[in-house]
């Protein structure tokens, strides 16, 4: 049998497994496991390889790191989120900054740490909500949306952790080292078109409609924060 014909009869039989998996069990996670179990135990049918476990440990457990660091990530940002803390960031913030560009650029930075801080920019829309202070900025509903769109994507390409970059360097077996200043530098240029563009003639509300929109924020020092 020849590789073009064996390398199709694999390929098909990935598609099936992950096709009836996805209708069966309804997660796209498992289904590309199963395809991929499918895969090694076709190879290893065609003679592709001899160790069907190591094959089968090395696959699905490649990017486990990765995994640990997301999963760990999201939940120290939601517990510090939880803890209100954010919520008393923000309120000093717009208490202290009356200059609307300022503002704005530091709830960009301020949605773009959760992401960076764990890979995942929808992070940054539920832990921050800073929906209510960019809003309050004179920003449209449509332009609202289009900032806290913007840099959610922004904070999940943002350094030090870049999922996309890490899975690509661990799938090359390079390190993960010396990315923080090219991932940087056009994240800060598209960062500072989006606010001059979507913040460009909007007038923002006054400071007390503001705090008063704002969830309320407990007591906490800044060593607590």
Do not use: H
């Amino acid at each position: 049998m020849s590789t073009y014909v064996s390398t199709t009869i694999v390929l098909v039989a990935m598609v099936a497994a992950f096709v009836i998996s996805s209708l069966l069990l309804k997660s796209p996670d498992i289904s590309l496991a199963i395809a991929a179990t499918v895969a090694v135990c076709f190879g290893c049918g065609f003679g592709w390889t001899d160790s069907l476990p190591r094959v089968l440990v090395e696959g699905l457990f490649v990017n486990l790191d990765i995994a640990l660091l997301f999963i760990a990530a999201s939940i120290f940002v939601n517990i510090y989120s939880k803890t209100g803390a954010i919520d008393v960031v923000t309120r000093k913030i717009v208490s202290r900054v009356s200059n609307k560009w300022i503002l704005l650029a530091i709830m960009g930075v301020m949605m773009i740490i959760p992401g960076a801080l764990t890979g995942a920019g929808s992070i940054s829309i539920f832990v921050l909500g800073s929906t209510t202070v960019v809003s309050a900025m004179g920003l449209s509903k449509k332009k609202t949306a289009a900032f806290v769109f913007m840099f959610a994507i922004m904070s999940a390409a943002a350094p030090p952790v870049n999922l996309w970059a890490m899975m690509i360097a661990s799938g090359c077996d390079i390190p993960y080292v010396g990315f923080d200043v090219p991932l940087l530098a056009p994240l800060t240029v598209c960062a500072l078109f989006t606010i001059i563009f979507l913040g460009w003639g909007s007038k923002p509300k006054p400071k007390e409609e503001i705090l008063a929109q704002l969830p309320e924020a407990p007591k906490m020092s800044a060593w607590r924060i």
